[in-house]
């Protein structure tokens, strides 16, 4: 009992930090959502389009937009309403079609088709798509003009007949081939990836950093002072070590179960997350207590906690998947137990797999986990009984 008050302590004394409500729980939530927005889940391109009385062949233009597969088309009243939409990423770019578009190309007149986009690749891309709808009506219109010209008929007239030489055309067929299995499938959500790598990265750092509370602890005499009492040395380690473990599950399942309720974010079998996620607390709390049975000042313990929960995790994956090392990097990442506990969230969410499934990796974390808390432990021990 009197271990789990010394963890409940602990708990408590993490929480009425002011700045570990921010960077705690806050931050990590606002990383999620910012690499969401930015990279996450599959890419479906949006385009804006001012049109104001563009008549039946500015409608057809735009159903041809339309009907391009994985792009979606927001139609807008305001020129500035579309323009700050394509500022803010909302839109990846924008079309205005003139006023009177349809009497003006009747009338033999050239119309200019305004394109807006910011200067990335997205917007580049989707200009080679705005141009190839707009040289796909181009043809038919000049068709329509050569039958005008040459006194055949009508120019609705010169259009239907470019629009049935269309149909009899053999149309030239594009195959596209995916070379091995794609590394993030069609279904993964948003926020998905980007939730688990954050969930790892900040487990991590704020085990690490609060080994400051520990080294402060033992500064102050507080261990020493327990001993004094009829607790064995044993309690208090146990106290410190659940301690970090209460810290690290805290701030885990307010990631998992805030993004999942804000985000929507799946992180599949629900044993098995539960299980990679105790796991890797425990893995924190043991580097996090040895790091604060090491180290004598509370300047060394924030600064190296920082480095080292920064770096392993850039090093695991947390920060650029681990598909995309080189192999021998991918080695290298695996000798730190964040590798492995996001080839385990990898497996749970991106391959549906189950707590079955992610049994070696568990058994590697929990590796970690006890040679960490054996280490911290004996260290400690020693540190408030030497």
């Not at 391009?68 to 839109?91: I, K, N, W």
Request: hydrophobic share 50%; proline share 4%; aromatic share 8%.
């Amino acid at each position: 009992m009197k271990a789990l008050a010394l963890a409940a302590v602990n708990v408590r004394r993490m929480l009425r930090e002011r700045s570990n409500v921010f960077f705690v729980f806050l931050f990590p939530m606002l990383l999620i959502l910012v690499l969401g927005v930015s990279f996450g889940g599959a890419f479906e391109p949006k385009i804006g389009v001012v049109a104001v009385d563009p008549g039946p062949l500015g409608a057809d233009l735009v159903r041809t937009l339309e009907a391009v597969p994985d792009l979606a088309v927001e139609r807008y009243d305001d020129l500035g309403a579309m323009r700050t939409s394509v500022e803010r990423g909302q839109l990846q770019a924008g079309i205005v079609l003139p006023e009177g578009y349809d009497a003006a190309i009747r009338a033999g007149g050239d119309v200019e088709v305004r394109y807006i986009a910011r200067q990335d690749q997205r917007g580049l891309q989707l200009s080679e798509t705005v141009r190839s709808a707009v040289a796909e009506q181009g043809q038919r219109l000049r068709a329509a003009r050569f039958f005008v010209a040459e006194g055949i008929g009508s120019f609705d007239e010169g259009l239907a007949r470019a629009d049935v030489a269309t149909t009899t055309l053999v149309p030239v067929e594009v195959v596209t081939t995916t070379a091995g299995e794609a590394i993030f499938p069609a279904s993964l959500g948003q926020f998905d990836t980007g939730a688990s790598s954050q969930l790892l990265l900040f487990i991590f750092l704020t085990s690490m950093t609060s080994a400051v509370a520990l080294i402060e602890t033992r500064r102050l005499g507080l261990s020493r002072r327990m001993l004094a009492t009829p607790t064995p040395a044993r309690t208090i380690v146990a106290g410190e070590a659940l301690g970090r473990f209460g810290i690290a599950m805290v701030q885990g399942l307010f990631i998992l179960l805030g993004s999942l309720i804000v985000f929507g974010v799946d992180w599949g079998e629900p044993i098995g997350s539960a299980a990679l996620l105790v796991s890797f607390a425990l893995v924190g709390a043991g580097a996090g207590m040895l790091l604060g049975s090491v180290l004598r000042t509370e300047q060394q313990a924030g600064a190296l906690g920082i480095l080292l929960g920064l770096g392993l995790a850039a090093l695991g994956g947390c920060m650029m998947p681990i598909e995309f090392f080189s192999s021998s990097m991918r080695t290298v990442a695996h000798f730190t137990p964040h590798a492995w506990a996001m080839d385990g969230y990898a497996e749970l969410v991106r391959r549906d797999g189950t707590v079955v499934d992610i049994l070696p990796y568990l058994g590697i974390l929990l590796g970690y986990a006890a040679v960490l808390l054996g280490l911290a432990s004996w260290r400690l021990r020693r540190a408030i009984t030497g």
